[in-house]
């Protein structure tokens, strides 16, 4: 019967009033790809279920009591997504900053990680297929042959384990048919867009099939260095996927698979800020830092100092996968092992000026061996997953940082250290200017200086896990899970003396040539030849434990459970409320020899509801939670004052809360037209916390305590899309489809600034600005699908942002940086399959 309007908005009431207002926000409209060819969006239908794998066990999303989103392959073709990074605005409570493309960073509901280096995890764990990505690995891998993926929001410690106190990200990859089929698709765009991917899958015999697919992104670019033209802003990235099944018994079946994924990009995008003379390479940037003169960066011309300047990464990824079917349920053993390299090397002033001269740098390596047994099973009293894992992973990393005597003398005199030396505060330049009066063949200037740092990590995490469904009755349930884990993580330190070869040949040569014994006369008896020899030869940037090797062992032992009540008031309408903890290991800090992260924790209670109305094919998912996130690490960058020679970074030990609503509601009105909201609110403040933000004369570090204020976390954000098609239109079907992306300001607090997250006074940009997008794509695809052509534009309107300052520079250089967000992409496809 159908339902009536009061009838129906009364039921909607009941649903906000009951879930709050949240959302498991989910694309219900799109069926679960298949384990075939990615269907292609020929037109919008009516609203169909997605079987999603969030609880090891294969279910509906909406019979699912966790708040999440589901992004499938239609919708990644939609907005022309090649990784995560591209549904930023269509997942509401979820940031994936690609800025460091080799090491990543991953928000979502206001809680991430903002450290970096092999000796620490995030706090948003990334999956393929159910196996953890590290941040240096495959967690920014390209979508290839995707089904979908699963964004579960909220502590997922028991079924995930680990590394997921804010939340999990699952990639799903489609898998072998018994079916021959093939798939193929190119775009061509501006800024040289040339992209490409392809797929075919084999059935060999009865019981075997094979899956191969390949990716292929590249383009020119849409920043040019205004000095050498060259172009930033690019991709360079290809890979490949192979998968192989074999059914070797009618219970028994095997998945042996490959993943390739190779990044070959130019470094970041820093965009100086300062205003320097392009005809002048040896200008001082004024010190301190002036807001007020700053250029726009979204205007400011572009320069880039680092020549071997790069983003690459190349991975690659084994697993097998062994399932049997018992009587009473079934067994699944995953065997894993993944290989990486790293190189992360960026210019870090955005300025072209010999005196600013600052290049950084992460370049490493790891392997990891993962493997894990489970077993599963239900009956009419009990569904239940239970298991055991063992993970591990070796790596090695070096972080460096080079500069030359130019930069060291702007150090020296910004600083005042030069001034206990010399009469004009420069050191080199003093030296150097007395040289060439005399003309003597010595030059000091522009000689190369390095620093690094090594470190090697052996991690390990051993897990047993359980998770049981009790049907209590007929439409409730009681859920129970635990997960226990014990880490340990082995880190080493060794900071060698620094290097720079051609400014000690020179050195040499002239203790050799005596002159070396003037240095007191020539500074007015402030210091002998050899504290001139001790100073120049010693670190300036990593400081700390020089030519030692520093070695530290931690462990720590976790118990992680949630409980889930829900109840099934109609068969389309659920309710749920429940209890869970995520835990986030502890680690290191890559750069302070002998600093450690403790463990992080986050309890968090949620209310929530499911419901579908079939006859108006409408959906409407809502939740509202509370969570309490216990003893955050954050390594954060401490400004240096006269006498300190660089900035100084120092972990921050702080407390947050936070209360956040979520509403996804998906209407199909017309059997050619989808409505959809997926929208979020959060209001995230620290309860207990003291940031450092500079140093004081007296050398004493000064904080700023922020307890009460709001974690910079915008409150609101929310996507819109639709869908509309027509058929019969020249013996096909076209689809129109509108995304619309909205994240707000960002909320600000007393260290905000100094952490570069909000506007500096004065400056001529906002950093807190909303964050807007809005995508377009027009598509005709030939009745049977055979195949098609598509127009898409992505950021519409050109709708650009300041995302953030590079601030490492800024206290000691007077050269801070910023990032921003790419212009407007538009381009053409075509695919086909087969």
């Given at each position: 019967?159908?339902?009536?309007?009061?009838?129906?908005?009364?039921?909607?009431?009941?649903?906000?009033?009951?879930?709050?207002?949240?959302?498991?926000?989910?694309?219900?409209?799109?069926?679960?790809?298949?384990?075939?060819?990615?269907?292609?969006?020929?037109?919008?239908?009516?609203?169909?279920?997605?079987?999603?794998?969030?609880?090891?066990?294969?279910?509906?999303?909406?019979?699912?009591?966790?708040?999440?989103?589901?992004?499938?392959?239609?919708?990644?073709?939609?907005?022309?997504?090649?990784?995560?990074?591209?549904?930023?605005?269509?997942?509401?409570?979820?940031?994936?900053?690609?800025?460091?493309?080799?090491?990543?960073?991953?928000?979502?509901?206001?809680?991430?990680?903002?450290?970096?280096?092999?000796?620490?995890?995030?706090?948003?764990?990334?999956?393929?297929?159910?196996?953890?990505?590290?941040?240096?690995?495959?967690?920014?891998?390209?979508?290839?042959?995707?089904?979908?993926?699963?964004?579960?929001?909220?502590?997922?410690?028991?079924?995930?384990?680990?590394?997921?106190?804010?939340?999990?990200?699952?990639?799903?990859?489609?898998?072998?048919?018994?079916?021959?089929?093939?798939?193929?698709?190119?775009?061509?765009?501006?800024?040289?867009?040339?992209?490409?991917?392809?797929?075919?899958?084999?059935?060999?015999?009865?019981?075997?099939?094979?899956?191969?697919?390949?990716?292929?992104?590249?383009?020119?670019?849409?920043?040019?260095?205004?000095?050498?033209?060259?172009?930033?802003?690019?991709?360079?990235?290809?890979?490949?996927?192979?998968?192989?099944?074999?059914?070797?018994?009618?219970?028994?079946?095997?998945?042996?698979?490959?993943?390739?994924?190779?990044?070959?990009?130019?470094?970041?995008?820093?965009?100086?800020?300062?205003?320097?003379?392009?005809?002048?390479?040896?200008?001082?940037?004024?010190?301190?830092?002036?807001?007020?003169?700053?250029?726009?960066?979204?205007?400011?011309?572009?320069?880039?100092?680092?020549?071997?300047?790069?983003?690459?990464?190349?991975?690659?990824?084994?697993?097998?996968?062994?399932?049997?079917?018992?009587?009473?349920?079934?067994?699944?053993?995953?065997?894993?092992?993944?290989?990486?390299?790293?190189?992360?090397?960026?210019?870090?002033?955005?300025?072209?000026?010999?005196?600013?001269?600052?290049?950084?740098?992460?370049?490493?390596?790891?392997?990891?061996?993962?493997?894990?047994?489970?077993?599963?099973?239900?009956?009419?009293?009990?569904?239940?997953?239970?298991?055991?894992?063992?993970?591990?992973?070796?790596?090695?990393?070096?972080?460096?940082?080079?500069?030359?005597?130019?930069?060291?003398?702007?150090?020296?005199?910004?600083?005042?250290?030069?001034?206990?030396?010399t009469p004009t505060g420069t050191i080199f330049g003093y030296f150097n200017s007395i040289l060439q009066s005399l003309n003597l063949p010595y030059n000091l200037l522009g000689d190369p200086w390095t620093e690094t740092v090594y470190n090697t990590g052996?991690?390990?995490?051993?897990?047993?896990?359980?998770?049981?469904?009790?049907?209590?009755?007929?439409?409730?349930?009681?859920?129970?899970?635990?997960?226990?884990?014990?880490?340990?993580?082995?880190?080493?330190?060794?900071?060698?003396?620094?290097?720079?070869?051609?400014?000690?040949?020179?050195?040499?040569?002239?203790q050799a040539a005596g002159l070396l014994n003037l240095v007191p006369v020539l500074t007015g008896g402030k210091v002998t030849a050899q504290q001139l020899l001790n100073i120049l030869t010693q670190n300036q940037i990593f400081t700390t434990a020089v030519?030692?090797?520093?070695?530290?062992?931690?462990?720590?032992?976790?118990?992680?459970?949630?409980?889930?009540?829900?109840?099934?008031?109609?068969?389309?309408?659920?309710?749920?409320?429940?209890?869970?903890?995520?835990?986030?290991?502890?680690?290191?800090?890559?750069?302070?020899?002998?600093?450690?992260?403790?463990?992080?924790?986050?309890?968090?209670?949620?209310?929530?509801?499911?419901?579908?109305?079939?006859?108006?094919?409408?959906?409407?998912?809502?939740?509202?939670?509370?969570?309490?996130?216990?003893?955050?690490?954050?390594?954060?960058?401490?400004?240096?004052?006269?006498?300190?020679?660089?900035?100084?970074?120092?972990?921050?030990?702080?407390?947050?809360?936070?209360?956040?609503?979520?509403?996804?509601?998906?209407?199909?009105?017309?059997?050619?037209?989808?409505?959809?909201?997926?929208?979020?609110?959060?209001?995230?403040?620290?309860?207990?916390?003291?940031?450092?933000?500079?140093?004081?004369?007296?050398?004493?570090?000064?904080?700023?305590?922020?307890?009460?204020?709001?974690?910079?976390?915008?409150?609101?954000?929310?996507?819109?899309?639709?869908?509309?098609?027509?058929?019969?239109v020249v013996n096909g079907s076209v689809t129109l489809s509108a995304n619309y992306g909205f994240r707000g300001p960002l909320r600000c607090n007393a260290a905000s600034v100094y952490q570069g997250k909000c506007s500096l006074p004065t400056s001529s940009?906002?950093?807190?600005?909303?964050?807007?997008?809005?995508?377009?794509?027009?598509?005709?695809?030939?009745?049977?699908?055979?195949?098609?052509?598509?127009?898409?534009?992505?950021?519409?309107?050109?709708?650009?942002?300041?995302?953030?300052?590079?601030?490492?520079?800024?206290?000691?250089?007077?050269?801070?940086?910023?990032?921003?967000?790419?212009?407007?992409?538009?381009?053409?496809?075509?695919?086909?399959?087969?």
């Open positions: 019967m159908p339902i009536s309007p009061r009838t129906l908005a009364s039921r909607i009431a009941c649903a906000l009033f009951a879930g709050a207002l949240g959302s498991t926000a989910a694309q219900a409209q799109d069926a679960p790809a298949a384990a075939g060819t990615t269907p292609r969006p020929a037109q919008a239908t009516k609203l169909e279920q997605v079987t999603v794998t969030a609880q090891s066990r294969t279910q509906e999303m909406q019979d699912v009591p966790i708040a999440m989103n589901i992004v499938t392959a239609r919708q990644v073709d939609a907005v022309a997504a090649t990784d995560l990074s591209h549904m930023n605005t269509f997942v509401p409570g979820l940031v994936v900053d690609n800025t460091d493309e080799t090491q990543p960073t991953y928000r979502l509901r206001g809680i991430e990680t903002d450290d970096f280096g092999i000796g620490t995890d995030s706090a948003v764990g990334v999956y393929i297929n159910g196996i953890y990505q590290t941040r240096d690995g495959g967690s920014l891998m390209a979508f290839n042959d995707i089904a979908r993926v699963e964004v579960l929001k909220g502590p997922q410690g028991t079924l995930f384990g680990r590394n997921t106190a804010a939340g999990a990200i699952n990639i799903i990859t489609n898998e072998p048919t018994d079916k021959f089929e093939g798939d193929a698709r190119v775009r061509i765009g501006n800024y040289g867009k040339r992209y490409g991917d392809a797929l075919v899958n084999i059935p060999i015999n009865q019981d075997m099939a094979l899956r191969v697919s390949v990716v292929d992104n590249q383009d020119d670019g849409w920043l040019k260095d205004a000095a050498t033209g060259q172009h930033y802003g690019k991709n360079d990235e290809w890979g490949a996927r192979i998968v192989y099944r074999w059914n070797i018994t009618p219970n028994t079946q095997l998945h042996l698979s490959y993943d390739h994924d190779r990044v070959k990009d130019p470094s970041r995008i820093d965009m100086g800020l300062v205003p320097m003379p392009a005809n002048n390479l040896y200008a001082r940037a004024p010190f301190p830092a002036n807001p007020s003169t700053f250029y726009n960066p979204l205007n400011a011309p572009f320069y880039n100092s680092a020549t071997d300047g790069r983003e690459e990464r190349n991975y690659n990824d084994y697993t097998l996968a062994i399932d049997h079917s018992f009587s009473w349920g079934s067994f699944t053993s995953t065997t894993n092992w993944t290989s990486y390299s790293m190189s992360h090397i960026e210019n870090g002033t955005g300025l072209q000026q010999a005196t600013e001269y600052l290049n950084t740098g992460v370049i490493g390596a790891g392997h990891t061996f993962y493997q894990e047994f489970k077993f599963s099973g239900n009956n009419d009293l009990l569904d239940w997953v239970a298991g055991a894992s063992y993970y591990q992973e070796h790596a090695d990393e070096t972080s460096l940082a080079r500069v030359n005597t130019d930069t060291y003398d702007t150090l020296a005199l910004n600083t005042g250290i030069g001034k206990q030396y052996k991690f390990s995490a051993i897990a047993g896990y359980g998770d049981t469904i009790w049907h209590i009755t007929d439409k409730l349930n009681f859920t129970v899970g635990l997960r226990f884990t014990h880490d340990q993580k082995d880190f080493t330190w060794f900071t060698p003396p620094r290097s720079a070869p051609q400014l000690d040949a020179t050195l040499a040569q002239m030519n030692q090797l520093v070695s530290k062992r931690a462990s720590w032992d976790n118990k992680s459970p949630r409980f889930v009540l829900d109840y099934k008031f109609t068969p389309d309408m659920m309710g749920y409320v429940s209890f869970a903890k995520g835990y986030k290991a502890g680690g290191f800090d890559g750069t302070e020899p002998g600093s450690e992260f403790a463990p992080e924790k986050v309890w968090n209670a949620e209310t929530g509801i499911k419901t579908t109305f079939p006859e108006q094919n409408l959906l409407v998912n809502a939740s509202a939670y509370y969570y309490r996130y216990n003893n955050r690490q954050t390594l954060t960058l401490i400004p240096s004052s006269e006498g300190l020679n660089v900035p100084q970074y120092e972990v921050s030990n702080t407390d947050q809360a936070a209360k956040g609503l979520d509403l996804q509601v998906e209407w199909v009105p017309l059997d050619n037209l989808r409505l959809a909201f997926n929208g979020g609110y959060i209001d995230s403040r620290y309860t207990k916390a003291k940031v450092p933000i500079g140093v004081l004369d007296n050398g004493q570090i000064d904080y700023a305590d922020v307890s009460g204020q709001p974690v910079d976390e915008p409150k609101v954000s929310y996507s819109v899309n639709g869908a509309y098609a027509w058929h019969d940009f906002d950093l807190n600005a909303p964050q807007k997008c809005t995508d377009l794509r027009l598509d005709w695809t030939a009745n049977g699908g055979r195949w098609g052509v598509a127009l898409y534009v992505n950021n519409v309107f050109n709708q650009r942002n300041v995302i953030g300052l590079g601030t490492v520079s800024q206290s000691v250089l007077g050269t801070p940086y910023a990032y921003i967000t790419a212009p407007r992409m538009y381009g053409a496809e075509f695919h086909v399959k087969f």
